[in-house]
């Protein structure tokens, strides 16, 4: 019979995860017989890898360290919490709302950044100068209040469209306009790197 996957508040669960796994690990100053849920052995086997070292020799670091508990098992465990922690952190770093507007105000031609809710998270200096020259606008302050952006393309239907082709970028068209005024272009879009909600980068096309 398969396993099925349990989903919720953690996520996706497997059933395998919280089994305990019982290894025997061999390091410099001898053998360790532990037992681990097979989730934390993957954690380890991860760290293993990316450290370009053997289980053993971070079995041995953590034996050297004084973390004021002598259960090497309980060591390993929060080593792997702590290790997951520091990437989850850098992670929602390169994810944040910042980091998105830095990739639009990064861009040397026209862009711009729309939340799933289709509100202007953000633009750049070339867009607004080509607004305010397209449109004579004077006093720029006043644009994004009064900038309507409407696209050929629903942002739900857009956004599922990404989601399914694995992010390659997609042409749409665009209208731009101020008060009764417009302007129409195209713009190559793509979901930003955000985990927490969907937003789309948008690129003017010349």
């Known amino acids: 019979m398969e396993q099925q996957e349990q989903t919720g508040k953690f996520?996706?669960?497997?059933?395998?995860?919280?089994?305990?796994?019982?290894?025997?690990?061999?390091?410099?100053?001898?053998?360790?017989?532990?037992?681990?849920?097979?989730s934390y052995w993957n954690t380890l086997k991860r760290i293993a890898e990316e450290e370009n070292c053997k289980l053993g020799e971070l079995v041995e670091e953590l034996?050297?360290?004084?973390?004021?508990?002598?259960?090497?098992?309980?060591?390993?465990?929060?080593s792997c919490l702590n290790w997951t922690e520091e990437r989850l952190q850098a992670l929602e770093a390169l994810n944040s709302d910042q980091m998105i507007r830095n990739i639009i105000y990064a861009c040397p031609t026209s862009a711009l950044a729309l939340s799933a809710d289709k509100r202007?998270?953000?633009f750049n200096q070339p867009l607004l100068r080509l607004i305010t020259d397209t449109f004579s606008i004077l006093d720029p302050e006043f644009i994004p209040a009064r900038l309507r952006l409407v696209m050929d393309v629903q942002i739900e239907t857009l956004i599922e469209r990404l989601s399914k082709n694995e992010n390659r970028p997609i042409k749409v068209g665009i209208a731009l306009g101020i008060d009764d005024r417009r302007m129409r272009g195209q713009l190559n879009v793509l979901l930003a790197p955000s985990s927490r909600r969907n937003v789309v980068l948008g690129f003017l096309l010349p």
């Open 11 to 38: 996520g996706p669960l497997e059933k395998d995860e919280f089994q305990p796994v019982y290894r025997a690990v061999t390091t410099q100053s001898g053998r360790h017989g532990i037992r681990l849920e097979q």
């Open 120 to 122: 202007l998270h953000s």
């Open 63 to 78: 034996t050297n360290i004084d973390t004021g508990n002598k259960n090497l098992t309980s060591a390993l465990r929060v």
